[in-house]
């Protein structure tokens, strides 16, 4: 598709006239812009141990009676800038939430396209493996693999396997939704007359599933792993409360949120709300924008 | 010895398994069910004639035409490809290049995700017919002027045209392998009147230029007697009567043949009373004993509701009907 084609497309025609989905899209931007920008943007580098001094711990955000305005977000108990922390929180959330959503969309496009198009048995067995992963909450997946690896991999390797571990664990447990999604609309596609002009001149099944069936059935999918986006981020942000997620040498949202969690009764609700704040306003965004592609793409609401 | 024909079929035939899923069989206790789709179809098409097969609505002619380019394996019997079975000549690019096929529904043939110059090229990169992508383009855009678009229409989705012109690019990519061979399943059933008339040209004068052979599929008696050298009847995944076409159709023998005859509306006879054709077409399912046509022929007797009629050479054409063998519908039963 070219430049133009796109801008006239009625995906974008639809988009210029909602203003939720322009005001979720502008947010979303903002937020993954200073996430993945943030060793550039962000005044403090939290990781950096030098720099802290307790004397500044504790400080209340901006407009406070005590505050500097370089502590926009106050700071926490080790005096740690918090502004900082959550941008490079965003970073490590943002980081596992796309990976993961790359792992599930890879593994439920090619385990749909393969149970749709050849059907019998391989489908029978792959979408079954399917449902019985689907009856339990993904937030239960992730923790039964990461608690795998956690007990598999020798202690020396656990700090530094511990992201892919959770992107692994987080992107397994979101596959079968996908899979399902691709699969039936595989099913309408495989029996439809230009696949059968594709085998009658014998290309093969792998050709006939990735060049003509998959560019057919990727709208569906593009709405998934938008929403999924979100889903992951949270269930992310979970395993971090939980103190199963990543471990504190590389903070996330969630690990944010446990950690200020302990002083939210003492006062010092700041370092605790500014975290959620953004994690709420990071998975509303996306999720607003993947209802809207859904709507955009269904062709029965237009 | 004289050369084999472009394409024969021997005593083909064809079921599908209509069954319940496993589990739901067993709980419900039903046996499989297969339903024969083709049965015991025979027939060949020499080098550069055409063979119409006209039937009703789930006659098998779909199936029939599936079977001849090898996208179904036949149960039993065997299509031959120039004197070769069609299976084993499918392994080899060179046989596989040699037969296409253009499909009925214009809106579903061409992938709505590809632009049309791939779609027609895709035969040509995938036997690799040319070196470089600059003469693919270039004999991409001669087969787009043969069917009468333009070389630039290439650039467009299928979306971006009508009926008549997506059925002229199914053409294109059918041509583009330099086939000899076309099965046409029903290429015109889905036009307007007036564009089928086009394309139906379009074919004959294609098939004049390059000595194309076909296999016509049609419900169309019209059509089919435009396009067709030779003539199939089928009637419930059978041939009921096979042969010249102006034979057949200046004098049809099988009762079924002079019953769809008798339904094309006609202008010198204005308000002349037709007689309509009682009953439905059994569940192929379950196929009637005998012939398969009794329910609704009114020729039967005794032994066609027990005994399967055999093709018989009647007359120069071949037939098979106990009536017509028995010479019992010449007293003019059906005019």
């Known amino acids: 598709m070219s430049g133009r084609a796109f801008l006239d497309s009625d995906v974008v025609h639809a988009f210029r006239q909602s203003p939720a989905a322009i005001a979720s899209a502008f947010v979303a931007l903002v937020l993954i812009l200073s996430g993945v920008l943030a060793p550039w943007l962000a005044p403090h580098d939290p990781t950096d141990l030098a720099t802290l001094s307790l004397l500044d711990s504790f400080k209340p955000p901006w407009p406070a009676a005590k505050a500097e305005w370089v502590n926009l977000f106050g700071t926490d108990s080790q005096g740690r800038d918090m502004l900082s922390a959550i941008m490079y929180g965003m970073r490590v959330s943002l980081l596992v939430g796309f990976c993961s959503v790359a792992i599930a969309v890879t593994l439920g496009i090619l385990i749909g396209l393969t149970a749709g198009y050849l059907g019998g048995a391989p489908d029978t067995i792959l979408m079954r493996i399917a449902d019985v992963q689907l009856t339990f909450p993904a937030i239960l997946t992730a923790l039964m693999i990461n608690g795998i690896a956690g007990a598999a991999l020798p202690r020396t390797m656990r700090d530094s396997m511990q992201v892919p571990v959770i992107i692994l664990s987080i992107g397994i447990s979101l596959w079968p939704g996908i899979a399902r999604t ?15 002009a594709a085998r009658v001149i014998g290309a093969t099944s792998w050709r006939i599933m990735l060049r003509h069936v998959l560019p057919n ?5 593009l709405v998934l792993a938008t929403l999924g986006l979100g889903l992951a981020v949270l269930t992310e942000a979970t395993l971090s409360f939980l103190g199963v997620g990543l471990p504190p040498t590389r903070p996330s949202l969630g690990t944010l949120i446990r950690y200020g969690n302990d002083f939210l009764f003492s006062g010092q609700w700041w370092v605790t709300i500014f975290p959620g704040i953004t994690l709420v306003l990071m998975v509303l965004s996306i999720n607003l924008l993947g209802d809207w592609l859904r709507d955009a793409l269904n062709p029965r609401l237009r | 010895m004289a050369d084999p024909p472009m394409v024969e079929a021997v005593g083909v035939t064809h079921e599908f398994d209509v069954s319940l899923p496993p589990l739901r069989r067993m ?34 002619k779909s199936t029939v035409a599936r079977l001849s380019v090898g996208l179904y394996t036949p149960k039993s019997g065997e299509v031959r490809f120039e004197g070769q079975n069609l299976a084993e000549a499918r392994r080899h690019g060179g046989a596989r290049r040699q037969m296409n096929m253009i499909f009925q529904d214009p809106y579903a043939s061409l992938n709505p995700r590809w632009r049309v110059s791939d779609i027609v090229a895709e035969p ?15 004999r991409v855009e001669m087969y787009l002027t043969q069917v009468g678009l333009v070389p630039s229409d290439g650039d467009k989705y299928p979306h971006e045209f009508s009926g008549g012109q997506r059925q002229r690019v199914s ?35 294609l098939q004049r230029r390059l000595g194309l052979t076909y296999l016509f599929i049609s419900h169309n008696m019209a059509v089919v007697r435009h396009m067709s050298d030779q003539l199939g009847v089928m009637y419930l995944g059978r041939i009921v009567e096979l042969g010249d076409a102006e034979t057949i159709f200046q004098r049809p023998r ?23 054709v009682g009953g439905d077409v059994p569940s192929p399912i379950a196929p009637p004993p005998g012939c398969a046509f009794h329910p609704r022929c009114p020729l039967a007797n005794a032994r066609c509701r027990e005994e399967v009629p055999a093709l018989v050479d009647v007359g120069g054409t071949r037939v098979a009907c106990h009536a017509v063998v028995e010479e019992r519908g010449s007293d003019g039963a059906l005019g």
């Not at chain 2, 040509?124 to 270039?138: A, D, H, T």
């Not at chain 2, 392998?177 to 015109?188: G, R």
């Not at chain 2, 099988?254 to 309509?276: E, N, Q, V």
């Open chain 2, 124 to 138: 040509v990169r995938m036997y690799g017919l040319e070196k470089n992508e600059s003469s693919v383009r270039r």
């Open chain 2, 254 to 276: 099988h009762p079924y043949t002079r019953l769809l005859l008798d339904a094309i509306p006609d202008l010198d006879h204005i308000g002349r009373a037709r007689t309509p």
């Open chain 1, 217 to 221: 059935v990727l709208g569906p999918v």
């Open chain 2, 27 to 60: 709980l419900s206790r039903e046996p499989r069910r297969f339903l024969r789709a083709v049965n015991d179809v025979s027939f060949s098409i020499a080098r550069g004639t055409t063979l119409g097969l006209v039937g009703e609505s789930g006659c098998g």
């Open chain 1, 182 to 196: 691709v699969r039936g609309s595989t099913l309408v596609e495989r029996d439809k007359e230009y696949v059968l």
């Open chain 2, 171 to 205: 053409i294109a990519r059918a041509l583009s392998s330099e086939p000899e061979f076309l099965v046409c399943d029903e290429p015109t059933s889905a036009l307007d009147v007036s564009v089928q008339a086009q394309i139906l040209n379009l074919m004959r004068d």
